[in-house]
């Protein structure tokens, strides 16, 4: 992250501002019903789902990170290693802030298309040569390209 803000600094600002906003409230409270104190009930009454959107924010950002750094460790050899690492990465926080929806309308999608193409796998798997017919194949491959290559010189 390339913030100047930790989880804790940000805690503590929103507990600052919440203070702030019990104090303006109880001040314009004087004065009797007013829009100002309603606005501010409003917005009070909005604070426990801002702290929880924050923390599922700041909990899968530790995860994002966490999964990025796995596969970037592990494919970190590999000239596209940090591709898959920042797609993780993305995947782990839009599922955690709201792609839910979507994300599940697109696996329900990807099953559906894996259901329908089942009968063609088992189909092109049960006419596949077995593993031994590929292994005694590609045995008769390389020992007629060993002839070849002896014949040749």
Do not use: C
């Not at 005694?136 to 390389?142: E, G, L, S």
Request: a positive charge; charged letters at 15%; zero cysteines.
């Amino acid at each position: 992250m390339n913030s100047k803000l930790d989880p804790s600094d940000i805690v503590g600002k929103i507990l600052y501002y919440t203070l702030v906003l019990f104090a303006l409230q109880f001040a314009f409270g004087v004065f009797g019903p007013n829009p100002v104190s309603d606005l501010l009930v409003g917005i009070i009454a909005l604070l426990p789902k801002i702290i929880v959107v924050i923390s599922i924010i700041v909990i899968a950002a530790a995860i994002a990170a966490g999964a990025k750094a796995l596969i970037q460790n592990t494919l970190g050899g590999l000239s596209y290693g940090r591709v898959p690492a920042n797609i993780a990465g993305v995947i782990i926080v839009g599922a955690g802030g709201g792609l839910i929806k979507p994300m599940r309308t697109r696996w329900e999608s990807i099953l559906t298309k894996a259901e329908e193409e089942t009968p063609k796998i088992q189909r092109e798997a049960r006419n596949a040569p077995s593993v031994a017919e590929q292994a005694t194949q590609k045995a008769q491959d390389v020992a007629n390209s060993d002839f070849t290559a002896h014949r040749a010189r």
